[in-house]
């Protein structure tokens, strides 16, 4: 394999094609920041040591740094892995190999290798060694790909612990030297290599070529080059893993566990892609990952921290958007290490549990983002603002799609404008989104974010252009509309040609009429009401959505229950097709609607008014709730302000209800 050598930050930067890229001011200071997160983890990780030092609060106390990411590692430091995590960092923001951090921290990896048991830890060092680009590093990636693989929990997922392959340290020892034999590590001090002797070139108009001795033997013939493979002494451990039953090797400190959580498992995904480039056959063990986030997506499109429980987030759907994105990757694989993944491009943008995924994650990104009419973005405080963890969990999708917005947002004009404003003197983060991550932890992950780190560009080359945001898509007939969960178009009819919900068209006749609604009063108000609701064309449906976020109080109550009345006209495949809209308000009036067509007609939309109770919006739910109980009699819930268990144990209730009337 050949040496990868990563791009200087700023050339990455000047050519990332950003927004802030136009702005000299804001493109000068993303570069300040990279440079200072380089600074500050040069100094925590100076020497190669693989455990910061511990930091001192008020009054001189030890501050205790939780483990987070990097535990439980029986004997021995929790927060090692980090160590990887910067080193990689460091590299994808343009530090050179022979630097004297990263070689010492290379030094390090290779020694770890063998004896690592965690699958932070390993998935880290695969990334990293994969990222130094050494050719004498393949065997160490081989057998760590082969170790994280035996960590496998048996619904797809990983745990803390790679358990499958079992070595005492003398047979740790002998490995590591089969493994590392003839192996030379770039340092500052390595002399550079001599130039070889140009030999002198004929002349055309002399018989000057050199001439064969008499007597001389006949050149000796080239040894064939080794084939491409498994280092030899890694055979007998990747055949005890054929034998291996999945599962058997995933633990959680002392216990075996049949599932494990998926921030573990986004980093075993993204480090076995890594570890394919490496002649590791991973093609069963990405199938079986697709599988796991195909059985366990929720009704709301997107998945939590364990498969048995927990609210969604937008971190762990981005986990679950790389695990299928890796899923498809497996598919083109004729072994499972091919070079060059074959994607079939258009299933991958087609596929209804993605679009969701995505559509899901852009929700949440549109919320941390305020417009102003008429005014630039600007970037609230909230939930994500401070989350690193997600931040690069966000940049994996993004770069790994080749998508430049989810959910309309530019996601790098709003990570890094974040970044540049919070990052402190010393050039470090904080993360503040609840994972407990130390400082160098999220350092690492800001400069991954801002440098666009792409440990899967094999895959984005073949993806570039092929899957859309789902926030510019066009409603324009129900074949534009995916299912979030299903995967089921509406049937029936051509669906909601009049719809355009999407930002993107707002303004126009739409948005003229929705401003005259806004601006009128009293009689006014009530006769354009009126016109709205009755009136033919789209762009009447769109004006009564485009006021209601402009509006307060009762103007506000007036204008919903006229968007509703419109929609009651509406066929069941316009109405099934409107209760998947981006627009919340859109989604209600569909599902108020519904619940108004008569209790015959409860299986055109049941379906889509179950779904609806996952929605991440109060208004819709009840809306949603309100249309069940009007088509079937019946009350399941949620009530207003149920909490996600609650509101799951409901959707669980109509479901099963639903389906003894059949």
């Known amino acids: 394999m050949a040496a990868r050598h990563p791009i200087a930050a700023a050339l990455i930067l000047a ?53 987070a990411m990097f535990s439980p590692i029986p004997g021995g430091d929790p927060r090692v892995g980090g160590a990887w995590l910067a080193g990689l960092a460091l590299i994808e923001s343009g530090v050179t190999a022979k630097d004297p951090v990263v070689a010492a921290l290379h030094r390090r990896a290779r020694e770890a290798a063998v004896s690592a048991p965690n699958t932070y830890q390993i998935s880290l060092l695969i990334m990293f060694l994969d990222r130094v680009g050494e050719k004498d590093d393949e065997p160490l990636i081989q057998f760590l790909t082969l170790r994280l693989m035996s960590g496998q929990c048996a619904d797809g997922s990983w745990s803390y612990l790679c358990d499958g392959l079992k070595l005492d340290p003398v047979e740790e020892r002998a490995l590591y030297a089969d493994l590392t034999r003839g192996t030379k590590l770039a340092t500052p001090d390595t002399p550079a290599a001599k130039s ?93 990952l697709d599988k796991h986030y195909r059985d366990t997506v929720t009704p709301a499109g997107g998945w939590g921290y364990t498969a048995g429980g927990g609210d969604v987030t937008p971190a762990m759907t981005c986990a679950g958007l790389m ?113 407990a991550i130390p400082p160098e932890n999220a350092t690492a992950f800001a400069l991954l974010f801002l440098c666009r780190a792409n440990l899967a560009e094999d895959f984005r080359n073949s993806m570039k252009g092929q899957v859309r945001d789902p926030g510019t898509s066009k409603m324009r007939s129900s074949n534009d509309v995916k299912d979030v ?85 509406f066929t069941a495949a316009t109405l099934n097709s409107m209760m998947a809209d981006r627009d919340p308000e859109l989604r209600r009036a569909a599902a108020l609607a519904a619940g108004a067509k008569g209790r015959e007609r409860v299986g055109e939309f049941a379906d889509s008014l179950v779904k609806l109770l996952a929605d991440d919006q109060a208004i819709v739910v009840q809306a949603a709730r309100a249309a069940l109980k009007a088509l079937t009699g019946e009350d399941h819930g949620p009530e207003p302000g149920a909490a996600a268990a609650e509101r799951t144990t409901a959707i669980t209730a109509w479901r099963n209800w639903l389906a003894k009337q059949k």
């Open 15 to 67: 050519l990332a094609g950003t927004a802030a890229a136009g702005d000299p001011k804001e493109d000068e200071a993303i570069k300040r920041a990279v440079r200072g997160g380089q600074g500050y983890l040069k100094e925590v990780y100076r020497g190669g040591q693989l455990v910061p030092p511990m930091m001192v609060g008020p009054g001189g106390a030890p501050v205790i740094v939780p483990p």
């Open 196 to 288: 070889p002797k140009k030999e002198a070139r004929p002349r055309d108009d002399l018989d000057d070529r050199p001439r064969p001795k008499k007597d001389a033997p006949p050149p000796a013939p080239k040894e064939p080059e080794k084939p491409a493979g498994l280092h030899p002494a890694l055979k007998k451990y990747a055949d005890a893993l054929k034998d291996l039953p999945r599962g058997a090797g995933s633990r959680n400190g002392l216990n075996a566990v049949p599932s494990g959580d998926r921030s573990n498992t986004q980093f075993a995904t993204v480090a076995l892609w890594c570890g394919r480039r490496h002649q590791v056959p991973v093609g069963d063990a990405l199938a079986a």
């Open 323 to 435: 695990g299928l994105a890796m899923g498809f990757g497996a598919k083109g694989l004729k072994d499972g290490s091919d070079k060059e993944a074959r994607l079939d491009a258009e299933a991958i943008s087609k596929d209804p549990v993605l679009q969701g995924a995505l559509k899901l994650v852009g929700d949440h990104l549109t919320g941390a983002v305020r417009a102003p009419p008429g005014g630039p973005a600007q970037y609230q405080a909230n939930d994500l603002t401070r989350n690193l963890y997600f931040m690069w969990s966000l940049e994996r999708v993004g770069m790994a799609y080749g998508l430049a917005t989810i959910g309309k947002i530019d996601w790098y004009d709003w990570g890094s404008k974040i970044l540049v404003r919070t990052q402190n003197r010393d050039g470090s983060w904080v993360d503040q989104g609840g994972h």
């Open 485 to 569: 969960v299903g995967g089921n178009t509406p049937k029936g009819g051509t669906g909601p040609a009049h719809l355009k919900s999407d930002p993107e068209v707002t303004g126009g006749p739409a948005g003229k009429l929705a401003d005259a609604l806004v601006a009128a009063t009293g009689a006014e108000r009530e006769q354009l009401l009126a016109k709205y609701r009755d009136s033919k064309g789209a762009e009447f449906t769109d004006a009564l959505a485009q006021a209601i976020p402009k509006m307060t109080g009762d103007a506000k109550v007036q204008v919903r229950e006229a968007l509703a009345q419109r929609a009651t006209r």
